[in-house]
């Protein structure tokens, strides 16, 4: 299967594809590549990523920066459960946990309770803070909670 996935991605890389499958399963990857290949016959792109979304969250050694760029990082397990543990560790208004790239994608894989995902992903869609050597693992948005208090005015 890997050599169908474009070459700059983490499932390129034989490691990063078995890493995935030992996840996902390897007969549930081999059942969804088919399906997104079919789908993309029809114009939809992403469907294996989206059934498969380990195949999408795990990163190989070309896709994280040090120290962790000799390690199959693999996708969070509780995303939900670490982003309210975030906003109540740090008092903050709300936290989430995403998985955004420099392609215009963006995920929010995990948010605490108040936030809206949808809203959160469009806001971090052109990846504001950076990609490569910004090391941005962590974020803050300004004014996120005076956006919502004047949203919900209208």
Known sequence: ??????GEGSMASLYGMQAAMN???EWKMMFWFFIGFLAKLVG???VWYAKCRQASLTDDVTGTMPPFD???VYGPAEPDKVAEN???RMGCY?????DVNDLKRSAVLGHSK?????EIAKILIDNPFGNASQKTPIVVIKNYA??????NKD
């Not at 299967?1 to 474009?6: A, L």
Request: glycine share 12%.
């Open 70 to 72: 000799k390690c199959i």
């Open 94 to 98: 709300g936290a989430v946990v995403a």
């Open 146 to 151: 005076q956006f919502v208090k004047n949203r």
């Open 86 to 88: 975030i906003k109540q």
């Open 44 to 46: 939809k792109n992403g």
């Open 23 to 25: 996840l996902e399963g």
């Open 114 to 118: 108040g936030l809206n995902p949808k």
């Open 1 to 6: 299967m890997r050599r169908f996935v474009p």
